[in-house]
């Protein structure tokens, strides 16, 4: 979301949206272009979204607003990328 006021278009429980921002540090089912369901707000700006797999919070920044689609997406629907290897700690 570009603006803070396209967070008053959200319904909880109905609004679908996608993320735009590599979230696969948290958990690996969150990578760009992985859909989920706005399910309620955690803090002022920090949406509860449930996914397929994982139910998490995620800044409004990090998500777009679905056009058109409503509801829990389904696993199919989610990008079928294989993540890879992540880099050792220093």
Do not use: H
């Amino acid at each position: 979301m570009k603006d803070r006021s396209e967070l008053s278009r959200i319904v909880f429980n109905q609004t679908r949206v996608i993320l735009v921002r590599d979230l696969t540090v948290m958990n690996p089912n969150l990578m760009p272009g992985a859909s989920g369901l706005v399910v309620g707000k955690i803090a002022n700006y920090t949406l509860k979204v449930a996914f397929p797999k994982v139910t998490v919070g995620i800044n409004w920044r990090d998500c777009d607003i679905v056009e058109g689609k409503t509801g829990m997406p389904t696993e199919a629907e989610q990008p079928k990328v294989i993540p890879g290897p992540r880099p050792a700690p220093e």
